[in-house]
């Protein structure tokens, strides 16, 4: 079992930026591929940005590519979602996923969820 809490979010103006963290506990973290993923009102989940365990390898949506940087600390069993140039359309609630598979991109690949933390961009 791995329990997840994210921090950080809140409201920024479009072009500002903001640091999402994820903090793990229980079964080793160091093993689990890991994720962002986001929901704004009305939509479906989808995926943000994921890493591979040993944080050698990471994949972005499209839409946040040269944006948002995902990163992680496996001492601090945290993982990060940095994320600047913040667009009104970036507004959801983030959600911090980890997966025994590995490096995961679709939401059925991750087994453990978080809380979520809202991301307001004002225009």
């Known amino acids: 079992q791995v329990r997840l809490v994210e921090s950080g979010g809140g409201l920024v103006q479009a072009g500002g930026s903001l640091r999402l963290s994820c903090a793990a506990s229980?079964?080793?973290?160091?093993?689990?591929?890991m994720g962002w993923f986001r929901q704004a009102p009305g939509k479906e989940r989808e995926f943000v940005a994921a890493?591979?365990?040993?944080?050698?390898?990471?994949y972005y949506q499209e839409s946040v590519k040269g944006r948002f940087t995902i990163s992680r600390d496996n001492a601090k069993t945290t993982v990060y979602l940095q994320m600047n140039s913040l667009k009104p359309e970036d507004t959801a609630v983030y959600y911090c996923a980890a997966s025994e598979v590995g490096l995961v991109m679709v939401a059925v690949g991750y087994a453990y969820w978080g809380q979520g933390t809202q991301v307001t961009v004002s225009s």
């Open positions: 229980g079964r080793t973290f160091s093993s689990y591929g």
């Open positions: 890493i591979r365990w040993s944080g050698g390898r990471t």
